[in-house]
């Protein structure tokens, strides 16, 4: 079955250092990926997404995310994080066999320590 | 008001209740989504509208019913709801170009956290 993997359920990141969000998926061909993130009281907003192209992609906020095909992985990266970026973070993935059921990970809490 | 919005943002309900969650979009969009969140679980599509019609029904419990009367509301009727049930409601709208896909960017509003009893 298809599914997407976040290891990290929570991680800390003082505030300035770099940032690594972790997601896997298992899928057989190349999906449609996505990074969404959850501020606190807020619903989810999409920071990048990945269709095709530039395995490289970048988003709103600072973020970019690579697809790796080798590894199935699509990992998020901020050079610097800002206490405005304490939030969850949600990976997805869009499979062939539904055009609007994303299948999503269960989240990554990033903790900002000042 | 400006993207999607939800009311209530707090609902605390019991099981013999009945209850319904609204949601607006103010984006001009053509489809409409409920989905759940549960602590530490991945989201679940709940219900999926393309212009006002439901394009799916992701075997959801009939003690949840949706309601879309037009493109820019939407609603989750709830009865004699489960403990189990409470979680964060969310709502999503997506302009859809050629049928509902996740290629379309969705747009979620805060959500209502519901609370069964």
């Known amino acids: 079955a298809q599914s997407v993997t976040q290891p990290d359920i929570h991680i800390t990141v003082s505030e300035g250092a770099s940032l690594e969000l972790r997601c896997n998926y298992s899928?057989?061909?190349?999906?449609?990926l996505f990074w969404y993130v959850q501020s606190p009281g807020q619903g989810l907003q999409l920071l990048l997404k990945y269709f095709s192209g530039d395995t490289l992609v970048q988003g709103i906020k600072g973020f970019e995310a690579e697809f790796k095909r080798s590894q199935s992985s699509f990992n998020l990266r901020k050079p610097s994080v800002h206490w405005s970026d304490a939030a969850e973070y949600f990976c997805a993935v869009g499979p062939a066999d539904s055009n609007y059921q994303l299948i999503w990970g269960a989240g990554t809490k990033l903790i900002i320590k000042p | 008001e400006t993207g999607v919005t939800q009311t209530p943002r707090h609902l605390v309900m019991g099981m013999t209740n009945k209850k319904s969650l609204k949601c607006e979009q103010h984006l001009g969009h053509n489809a409409m989504y409920w989905y759940k969140q549960s602590a530490k679980k991945p989201l679940e599509l709940m219900f999926v509208y393309n212009f006002k019609e439901q394009t799916e029904n992701n075997s959801v419990p009939s003690r949840f019913s949706p309601e879309c009367p037009n493109s820019s509301h939407l609603f989750l009727h709830l009865h004699t709801l489960q403990p189990e049930d409470s979680a964060l409601y969310l709502c999503?709208?997506?302009?859809?170009?050629?049928?509902?896909?996740?290629?379309?960017?969705?747009?979620f509003g805060p959500g209502t956290r519901l609370t069964v009893l």
């Open positions: 999503a709208s997506s302009q859809d170009r050629d049928g509902v896909s996740y290629t379309d960017t969705q747009y």
């Open positions: 899928y057989g061909a190349t999906p449609y």
